[in-house]
């Protein structure tokens, strides 16, 4: 066992920072407050060689680890947190599920483009009436001639105002088997955007309608049956949302310390007082700890071995710590960390999503007692309950 990155992954964690404090830092905050998709910023990171990291060289990707990533991820978050989304998009979203099951068609077609930080695709899974409960989901694709007829909604999705491509959960037939997935363009006939909503976060969402939306056959991604491939890749596209968390708690962390570490009151430091000393204490045992758990899960996948319960925990723990570290950090801060001034209360608002977004705080706790006791327990309303 080994707590030191090799020599490789620090001279590139040092790469990334430096690049990160060369063209992020000056706009860190404007940027935070601006909903749009930053596309100035994905096409620095695809010349830096920052997008598909952990994607094979052949489709354009880096070939480099999923650790590698999560190393991009903290050092670009901790210089401006707006800009690891970037990295997330580039590296854990959907774009993992599109490079492994795209079809050679598909990917000359879109890859590259949303590689190369020209475009962003949109994940829609979450509908009104399936939301942790996914498999009840009822959009439903019916083969018609050459095409795919789509009908239903989606809510929630990232990205989907600035979105070109959106990659889309569907019903094929019943049962959870009869679930796949593909891909719909903005501009295909019966689909509709609606207009932006906002989260908590400032960050946009549109409601997606399908009304007998038209798609060629040729844009199915996964046919039925296709849904366990995608789960088992959602599993490594959770260490994104999870690297994001505990990023944005050290960037709030560390903003909070060097506050304190300057700022007087009652002619003393704020750090001299130990109500304050305290919370830094238990800031930093409960990141220190979810760090290590995190690291785990990506070098444990990185080894062929992506485990649903390391996962779990990782998003748990990073979830819970990256949020309560900022909410501390504005704390300390007071009035100034409450301030959209600082990126601290920025990081408090992202933070707290995470524990939603992408699998909630609940549902993982719920993964994990299946792996404690050993056993699968069905959170469907059984007929004699
Ligand atoms: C910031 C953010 C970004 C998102 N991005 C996307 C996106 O890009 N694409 C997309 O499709 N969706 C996206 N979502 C939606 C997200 O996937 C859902 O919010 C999530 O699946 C939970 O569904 P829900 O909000 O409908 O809550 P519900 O499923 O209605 O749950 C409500 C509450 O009940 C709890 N709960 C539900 N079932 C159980 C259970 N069995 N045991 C214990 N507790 C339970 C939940 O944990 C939650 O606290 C995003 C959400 C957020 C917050």
């Known amino acids: 066992m080994n707590f ?14 430096r690049f990160a404090q060369d063209h992020l830092a000056a706009g860190a905050l404007k940027r935070a407050h601006d909903p749009r998709f930053p596309f100035d910023v994905a096409q620095l990171m695809a010349e830096q ?62 890859l590259g483009d949303l590689l190369g930080g020209r475009m ?10 399936a939301g942790s409960a996914l498999t009840d989901l009822k959009t439903s694709a019916r083969a018609d001639g050459a095409d795919y007829v789509i009908n239903g909604s989606k809510v929630f999705s990232t990205f989907s105002p600035d979105a070109q491509i959106f990659l889309v959960y569907v019903r094929f037939g019943p049962g959870v088997s009869g679930i796949g997935s593909l891909i719909v363009e903005r501009g295909a006939p019966g689909f509709t955007i609606g207009a932006p909503a906002a989260f908590m976060s400032d960050e946009e969402w549109c409601e997606l309608h399908f009304n007998d939306c038209r798609v060629a056959a040729d844009n199915v991604l996964l046919g039925p049956g296709g849904f366990k491939k995608q789960m088992a890749g ?6 994104g949302n999870t690297a994001r968390s505990l990023a944005y708690g050290r960037f ?59 996962t779990a925990i990782a998003k748990a723990a990073c979830n819970q710590a990256g949020f309560e570290a900022a909410s501390e950090a504005v704390q300390i801060m007071g009035a100034l960390g409450y301030s959209r001034e600082t990126l601290v209360e920025y990081c408090m608002r992202r933070t707290r999503g995470w524990m939603i977004a992408g699998g909630s705080i609940e549902m993982l706790k719920n993964r994990i007692a299946e792996h404690v006791f050993d056993r699968r327990f069905d959170q469907r309303k059984r007929p004699s309950d």
């Open 120 to 129: 962003v695709m949109s994940l829609g899974m979450t509908e009104p009436d």
């Open 4 to 17: 030191e990155f090799t020599q490789e992954q620090n001279q590139f964690a040092e790469t990334v920072r």
């Open 252 to 310: 709030a962390f560390n903003a909070a310390r060097d506050y304190a570490a300057t700022r007087r009151q009652f002619d003393r430091l704020l750090c001299e007082f130990q109500g304050l000393q305290w919370k830094f204490a238990d800031m930093a045992i409960k990141l220190d700890a979810a760090q290590l758990l995190l690291y785990r899960a990506a070098v444990n996948a990185d080894r062929g071995l992506p485990s649903a319960y390391e």
């Open 49 to 110: 060689g920052l997008m598909g990291i952990t994607l094979p060289q052949s489709d354009g990707g880096q070939g480099g680890s999923l650790l590698d990533a999560v190393i991009a991820i903290e050092q670009i978050a901790s210089v401006c947190p707006r800009s690891a989304d970037v990295v997330q998009f580039g590296n854990f979203g959907p774009i993992r599920t599109f490079a492994e099951y795209g079809t050679p068609r598909q990917k000359a077609r879109w």
């Open 234 to 239: 959602f599993n490594v596209e959770r260490l």
